[in-house]
């Protein structure tokens, strides 16, 4: 079973510095892609980037890199430049290899962002 | 842009009752998913439909049933709801095929059951 883990349930960061939010995955598959997310208090999930597991280069979206380490089954989320509007929670997903479209979410990561 | 409704942002109900939860999309998307997002578990998969009238069972099915007679609308079901149910429920909807194509997620129904 594909399985997805997020270690820090919560981080805090000055405004204007960059974080690194954890996860790393578990899969016998070769094919496979993985997510972030970000969930204001809102409550709507909101795509922030995607890597495949056979890109070469590690995404980039702005002020979001991906952090991909096959060999250590990790795919980091960095934020540079954090702003208060970062302040959310993060979940790291997985699409199942075999499962067509479904996705292994984590358990997710609170963010805050202090002045 | 892709949107993805709920048709109610905050809902009560007494255990016992039958509950519907609608989720509509207005992209064509193939796939469509119901989740529950708890607090410490994350999202975990309830129901998924590939089709019209098509579904598929997801990680935590039980207690919950699911309708897909239009391709823009999914409902999800509590037959007779529980306290234990009482949770986020997250309804998203997704092209169909593989890739990098993301799921895209409705602002969530907070459902409390007494």
Redesign the interface.
Known sequence: AQKITQTQPGMFVQEKEAVTLDCTYDTSDPSYGLFWYKQPSSGEMIFLIYQGSYDQQNATEGRYSLNFQKARKSANLVISASQLGDSAMYFCAMRRPRGGNKLTFGTGTQLKVEL | DVKVTQSS?YLVKRTGEKVFLECVQDMDHE?M?W?RQDP??????IY?S?DVKMKEK?DIPEGYSVSREKKERFSLILESASTNQTS?Y?C?S?R?????????????T?LLVL
Not at chain 2, 40 to 45: A, F, I, P, Q, V
């Open positions: 942002r796939n998913f989740y410490g578990l994350g999202l975990r998969l998924f590939y997801g986020m997250l998203a997704r169909g095929g593989d890739g990098e194509e993301t799921q895209y997620f409705g602002p969530g907070r």
